[in-house]
């Protein structure tokens, strides 16, 4: 029987592989979530710099794809010390988008001091990486980068998740497609859902269950299933759209006013200190 591509990339992990049930329980989770039959860890094995951790991020996490729906790897690398400490600016971050099976991959990686970084700048975008359950590629410094999440959290997240609405929303009103209007939405409840519970869900299905959420969202997500681009008109008209958009961003408003969460990260040091380890401890190291 052929290797699973699914199967073979869920199972990367940096040292000793990890057990054949915790690869297998990845590649299910991928492969329900969408993802198409791409061989995802030749992507890992390919990179010139060990990679810390890849994740799928996109749609697929955030539970509408469609089915021509590009795959979106998200992590974090390791340059060595070298190119750090002389005269030549490092590559902190890369970006490479190709096609592979009939399927669009996009990669994104930045070192990850530079990861820390946005971390600490209370980016939800790059925390919702570091957390996806879609896992290509891990490590035991990605462990330790998500044993420090509860110390990231902070209310002013609630900024980040309200701006990327306001630009969302924006670019819905000038093309009337399903997929901006997806991400007004998802992004405004996740930020509602983060500030409630201190806990960050990007899975819009989820989130519609867990939260009162505007009754059409399902009927959304099934139209852009059948394509990428499709107008939401047919679905819900602009006005009531227009009401409940507003309606999401006071519920933000109050749930930021309300929260628990501290208004800075706590975790600097930490990232710090762990920052050294990776880098010092890094296999071939210059």
Known sequence: MPE???????????GPGPAPGAAAERAAVLRAAGLPAVDLGAVVAEQDDPLVFATVSGAHLYGFPSRDSDVDLRGAHLLPAAALLGLHEPEESRTRM??????????VSHDLRKFARLLLRRNG??????????????????????????DLLTAHHAHHYRGFAGTQWRLFEKTGELKPLLYTLRVLLTGIHLMDSGRVQPHLPTLVAELAAPAYIPEL???KEEAE?????????????RGDVDALHARLDAAQDATTL?????????????????????????
Do not use: C, M, N
Not at 4 to 14: L, N, R, S, Y
Not at 98 to 107: A, G, M, S, V
């Open 4 to 14: 699973d591509p699914i199967a073979t990339g869920a199972a990367t992990e940096a």
């Open 98 to 107: 190709w096609e592979q099976d009939r399927t669009e991959l996009d990669l």
């Open 125 to 150: 975008y790059v925390l919702e990486q570091l957390l996806s359950p879609l896992v290509v590629h891990t490590t035991p410094v990605h462990d330790e980068l998500l044993a420090l999440v509860p």
């Open 221 to 223: 997500i099934a139209a």
């Open 229 to 241: 681009h499709g107008a939401a008109g047919e679905v819900v008209d602009a006005e009531r759209l």
């Open 262 to 286: 501290p208004d800075a990260p706590g975790a600097h040091e930490a990232l710090h200190d762990l920052i050294v380890r990776a880098r010092t401890d890094r296999p071939g190291r210059s």
